[in-house]
């Protein structure tokens, strides 16, 4: 009698549910996606990386140069760039001094971030929909 109120019981909820197949497979397989995403494709800021080319192209670009901080940082960047006899050793050395200043690390990491946002969401998206294809075939096929 017990079992037979479970089924019951269970049943009832599942017929409650307004989740839809495809509504179910969507959000799996975003908790799927999530799990499995790397620290170069995450949307979540908080695991991400950001390559240095990236914050570089930030730091060029004429829209972060609003202080005179940032505009000092685009100099030292181009200044960087079209030195001769820099090594990648004196140039990574010359990098962490020159992002360092001021407190602007933060801020050029989001930008970039920001900036690269649409590449990862895309990259999620398409890993989605690839999942529920596959599950949705999986679970038709039984």
């Known amino acids: 009698m017990l079992s037979l109120a479970l ?3 269970t049943v009832a909820l599942t017929a409650c549910s307004r989740e ?8 799996e397989c975003g908790e799927v ?10 949307t979540n800021p908080d695991v991400a990386t950001v390559k240095r080319p990236d914050m570089e192209a930030v730091i060029r670009s004429e829209q972060r140069a609003t202080t ?4 000092a940082m685009q100099a030292e960047l181009g200044e960087l760039e079209t030195s001769r006899g820099y090594t990648s050793d004196k140039y990574d050395t010359a990098w962490e001094r020159m992002v360092n200043k001021g407190g602007e690390r933060d801020a050029i990491w989001r930008a970039a971030f920001d900036r690269d946002l649409p590449r990862r969401q895309r990259i999620r998206d398409q890993m989605i929909r690839e999942c ?11």
């Open 7 to 9: 089924v019951v019981v």
């Open 20 to 27: 839809t197949g495809v509504e179910r497979l969507m959000r």
């Open 33 to 42: 996606v999530a799990s499995a995403a790397d620290s170069e494709t995450t």
């Open 68 to 71: 005179p901080l940032r505009k």
């Open 132 to 142: 529920v294809w596959k599950r949705g075939t999986k679970e038709g096929a039984r």
